[in-house]
Structures are given as C-alpha cells and as structure tokens.
C-alpha cells in the first residue's frame, strides 16, 4: 500500500517562511514525479511545484521565486521551502507523486496517482 504523509503546515505571518514535508511509503518513485498542489474552499486545486525524476523541477508563477521544491530520493521524500509568504499563500497543501507523470501534465492533478492528506497553511498577521 502506497501513503504520502505531509507534515510541516502551521501558521505564519506575513513574509515568514514554512517547509513542509512529504514521506512516500510502498513504492519509490525516483523515475516519476512528486509534486504540491494546495487547495482553498470553494475553489479548484492549483498546481505549486513538482520535481521530475530529481532533475528538472517547475514551479505555478504565483511562487516563483519564493518556494523551493527539493527531493531526496533516497529517503523517498519531497520537500517545499516557502518563504516571503503571502495571505494568498493560504490553504491546504497537498503531496501528489506519480512513477509515470510526464513532462506535459506536471501541473494537472489528474496525472498523479497518489495523494497525502494534506496539511494546512495560514498566513495572517
């Protein structure tokens, strides 16, 4: 059985900074892609970051620049350092991972095959 557990949402205020974690279990996906998608009530999931087989990685415009996606392979685990954090930044953080997500459907949910459970972040002074 495949599970993704994030870890690292909280609260912070504006401009500060938050990294949230992703630990795959049941299965590597070193030749895939491990990706954030985040989530605010009543509106579609959105598309973050996502790293491609640990060597290319891209990023939504809305957090060029201030979040970083890192992976370690061998610990099967993805990270996301945000920094310089908006009120926009505000939802629900999703882990997604897929052992065959091509280049062309980084950013679309639908390509992955497995999802954490999510974990919250609010940014509010």
């Known amino acids: 059985q495949v599970t993704l557990a994030e870890s690292g949402g909280g609260l912070v205020q504006p401009g500060g900074s938050l990294r949230l974690s992703c630990a795959a279990s049941g299965r590597s996906f070193r030749s895939g892609a491990m990706a954030w998608f985040r989530q605010v009530p009543g509106k579609e999931r959105e598309f973050v970051a996502a790293d491609h087989r640990g060597t290319n990685r891209y990023y939504a415009d809305s957090v060029k620049g201030r979040f970083t996606i890192s992976r370690d392979n061998a610990k099967n685990t993805v990270s996301l350092q945000m920094n310089a954090l908006k009120p926009e930044d505000t939802a629900v953080y999703y882990c997604?991972?897929?052992?065959?997500?091509?280049?062309?459907?980084?950013?679309?949910?639908?390509?992955?095959?497995?999802w954490g459970q999510g974990t919250q972040v609010t940014v509010s002074s």
């Open positions: 997604a991972a897929g052992a065959d997500v091509i280049t062309s459907s980084l950013r679309n949910g639908a390509a992955y095959d497995y």
